[in-house]
């Protein structure tokens, strides 16, 4: 029966000592109005123009240390890249500048992106160009082109041509290739 008091007492006067040590804590101080703390939000940034990214980007130079080293396939791959400035679907083009100082590379730029890119050897025949470091990739067929970023999964810019791209997918237009199949199915002789 002892013990019983004794639990009783002690469940008792748990309460009382909660109450004792708060009110032997320093009390906190009150919570700062909420005006205050509206007032000092980080202000807004500020939106840059287009005419300034643009002006930034054409003095930016892109980063030429590169640590591929091409090889003579790679460099005929290069030669057969077609430079200048491609006008691509919806409004947007595509400038593919050849390197002076080091042959086989490229400046790939579009609206506000450079890339610096080389040739990757291609199993389809495809004109191939890559930026590793950035994930893009200009494929070049013969009647359009496309610039890829790789790591967004995304298409830059799509139906690309130009003025030997369209002279060439006029000419496909009048003489169509010959199917691959075209005549498989005919008589056996």
């Known amino acids: 029966m002892k013990k019983i008091a004794l639990i009783a007492a002690v469940a008792l006067a748990l309460p009382f000592a909660a109450v004792a040590q708060t009110a032997a804590a320093p009390a906190k101080p009150a919570?700062?109005?909420?005006?205050?703390?509206?007032?000092?939000?980080?202000?807004?940034?500020?939106q840059v123009t287009r005419r300034a990214a643009k002006a930034v980007e054409e003095v930016t130079p892109v980063n030429t240390d590169t640590d591929v080293t091409l090889n003579d396939a790679d460099l005929a791959v290069a030669q057969r890249v077609s430079v200048g400035k491609a006008q691509c679907e919806l409004g947007a083009d595509v400038t593919v500048t050849p390197d002076e100082k080091k042959p086989g590379f490229f400046t790939v730029s579009t609206k506000g992106q450079k890339y610096r890119m080389h040739p990757v050897e291609s199993r389809t025949g495809a004109i191939r160009l890559e930026d590793p470091r950035a994930g893009a990739m200009w494929l070049q067929l013969g009647n359009k082109s496309m610039l890829m970023n790789q790591k967004a999964g995304l298409r830059i810019a799509d139906e690309c041509q130009t003025d030997a791209q369209v002279a060439f997918a006029a000419e496909m237009k009048k003489n169509p290739p010959k199917a691959l199949f075209e005549g498989a199915d005919g008589e056996k002789k």
Do not use: I, S
């Not at 919570?31 to 500020?46: D, F, I, L, M, V």
């Open 31 to 46: 919570a700062k109005p909420a005006a205050k703390a509206e007032a000092k939000k980080a202000p807004p940034k500020r």
